[in-house]
């Protein structure tokens, strides 16, 4: 046995939920998955999986080691891939992060072409909630804000420019009137992007200005179901 089947099988079990469900996935036998299993444990000393007669779930050394050991396999995977791919057309694994804003829309539509143009590129892509700082497992971040990044192991550059605006429902308006300056904003309620019930937001180069609401969220569907707010894409 070596380790990168048996760590792989591991990473397998996991994502499968049990020792039959990684079996099909690698085209084995549940015998064969249970030897690889052990093998590793008895190499590392810890138990990394507790099995009962209907469920396999995982010790916390091994919810660990489940984390440190995928990201692991990622990385020599993308050195593989990285050295097939030498003076040959670009293959691997690109993570791209982004904020939900961009990337439950604006973005996907171009990697579909991205993906049509390189087919032999595999994509992660993992959103963040507005604020969160990207993690250092990640090719490539884009977000429509973070100006102010400053990190010694990120790039920055500008990819595109991206009007906003702020809208809202005619009962809103109807209701609560239509505010007619930035300032005016701050007496509206502001449905918020994110996990906190204010947020500054970037008007222009020179403004900026605190909103805040009695609703915050991560889901840029959720404009469409309150009526009640004043809402910013």
Not at 26 to 51: C, F, P, Y
Not at 78 to 83: A, P, R, W
Not at 207 to 216: C, D, E, K, T, V
Request: aromatic content about 10%.
């Amino acid at each position: 046995m070596d380790w990168i089947s048996c760590v792989n099988t591991y990473i397998r079990v996991v994502e499968e939920g049990s020792f039959n469900g990684a079996a099909r996935r690698l085209n084995t036998t549940s015998s064969a998955i249970s030897k690889r299993i052990h093998w590793i444990e008895d190499r590392i000393g810890v138990q990394l999986l507790k099995r009962t007669t209907r469920s396999v779930t995982q010790t916390e050394a091994g919810a660990l080691f489940y984390e440190r050991a995928k990201d692991s396999l990622d990385r020599f995977q993308s050195i593989i891939d990285e050295t097939r791919s030498v003076n040959e057309t670009p293959a691997g694994l690109l993570k791209i992060g982004a904020t939900i804003a961009v990337g439950s829309k604006f973005l996907v539509q171009y990697l579909n072409d991205f993906l049509a143009q390189y087919p032999d590129i595999r994509i992660q892509l993992t959103t963040t909630v507005p604020g969160e700082l990207p993690t250092s497992n990640l090719d490539v971040f884009i977000s429509r804000e973070l100006e102010t990044l400053n990190s010694l192991s990120m790039k920055q550059t500008a990819l595109f420019e991206q009007r906003i605006g702020f809208y809202a429902a005619p009962s809103y308006i109807e209701e609560f009137g239509e505010p007619q300056t930035v300032e005016e904003l701050k007496q509206h309620n502001i449905l918020i992007w994110g996990e906190r019930p204010q947020r500054e937001y970037k008007i222009s180069k020179s403004q900026r200005i605190m909103l805040s609401g009695n609703f915050a969220t991560t889901n840029p569907e959720a404009s469409s179901t309150q009526p009640k707010m004043v809402w910013e894409c």
